[in-house]
């Protein structure tokens, strides 16, 4: 490999260092409690509860939400809430822990996901939580 070729890597390493940098932070660290990410029309958020007690809040914000409760389970590890619209979407609410108090909570709302009524969910689910 010549000098120039040299410094060209070197360049790029230098250049991109930084920014590498803060992928692996974040992917040492993971996700902080109250990061909302919509990702391949799913709703994604952190939140500081059991997902026993995220499955309680999700089945209170299906009633107040008049969202039609198909099924519901929850263990200390995970949980699942599933319902329909008025519309007939399908509504999933899929929860799991992350740590001993918090839980990674996940929306789905129909196949390809409706980002709007997801947030409105979450921040119900959240309000009973």
Request: proline content about 2%.
């Amino acid at each position: 490999m010549g000098i120039r070729a040299k410094l060209t890597v070197l360049a790029a390493v230098l250049v991109l260092a930084p920014a590498l940098a803060g992928c692996l932070a974040v992917a040492i660290g993971g996700a902080a409690v109250g990061t909302i990410a919509y990702v391949n029309g799913a709703l994604v958020e952190t939140v500081d509860a059991t997902p026993e007690k995220v499955v309680a809040a999700t089945e209170k914000a299906f009633a107040s939400l008049k969202l039609t409760l198909i099924s519901k389970n929850s263990s200390g590890l995970e949980g699942k809430v599933v319902g329909r619209t008025s519309n007939d979407k399908s509504v999933k609410v899929s929860v799991k822990a992350t740590g001993t108090k918090t839980s990674e909570v996940t929306i789905r709302i129909d196949i390809f996901g409706d980002e709007a009524q997801s947030r409105i969910l979450l921040e119900t689910i959240e309000k009973n939580l």
